[in-house]
């Protein structure tokens, strides 16, 4: 992270654990495939030479919690066994069904943490190996300061979350 490298756990967790030892214990056990809540989209594509069909993980169409990012090192073999029911909803019509349908976790607040964790928080977890950096957050077009962060490893690539009202997706 020291060297401008940001660092995120969710990529590996997804890829590794959540579609990679879960996948492999629940092997031979007749499951075609797994659903997950994530926010994104899959696509089959066209055949290739050798008949097999790519997938591509596609943004969901709520800019706010797409999580594409977090799912962007599964392999092909690992797109291919998971479906993501809710990915072609906006955030909001999901609160709505749940609603609708009087789901035990209709009001159940957004998760934002790393699973890993528990009860910590990211913050305090990345304070306690890191420390802070604080510099400026400059917007890209203008070269305006629109705020203030604690370090860079504090962030990921596209992250909204923690940098306040400067950031507002379109």
């Known amino acids: 992270a020291r060297k401008g490298r940001t660092p995120n756990p969710d990529i590996m967790c997804n890829s590794r654990v959540k579609f990679g030892?879960?996948?492999?214990?629940?092997?031979?056990?007749?499951?075609?495939?797994?659903?997950s809540g994530h926010y994104a989209q899959l696509v089959k594509g066209d055949?290739?030479?050798?008949?097999?069909?790519?997938?591509?993980?596609?943004?969901?169409?709520d800019p706010v919690k797409d999580q594409t990012y977090f799912l962007c090192a599964l392999t092909q073999?690992?797109?291919?066994?998971?479906?993501?029911?809710?990915?072609?909803?906006?955030?909001?019509?999901?609160?709505?069904?749940a609603q609708q349908f009087q789901l035990p976790n209709r009001?159940?607040?957004?998760s934002q943490g790393l699973c890993f964790l528990g009860?910590?928080?990211?913050?305090?977890?990345?304070?306690?190996?890191?420390?802070?950096?604080?510099?400026?957050?400059?917007?890209?077009?203008?070269?305006?300061?629109?705020?203030?962060?604690?370090?860079?490893?504090y962030h990921t690539v596209g992250q909204?979350?923690?940098i306040g009202k400067v950031l507002n997706p379109k």
């Open 21 to 35: 030892c879960f996948y492999d214990a629940i092997g031979g056990r007749g499951f075609d495939y797994v659903a």
């Open 47 to 61: 055949e290739d030479e050798s008949g097999q069909r790519q997938m591509h993980l596609l943004r969901a169409p």
């Open 77 to 97: 073999e690992q797109l291919s066994r998971v479906k993501f029911p809710i990915g072609s909803f906006l955030k909001s019509e999901v609160r709505d069904l």
């Open 107 to 110: 009001n159940r607040p957004d």
């Open 119 to 153: 009860k910590v928080k990211f913050d305090e977890f990345i304070n306690a190996y890191l420390g802070t950096n604080p510099g400026d957050i400059v917007d890209a077009t203008t070269g305006r300061v629109i705020g203030r962060h604690n370090g860079l490893w």
């Open 160 to 162: 909204r979350k923690g």
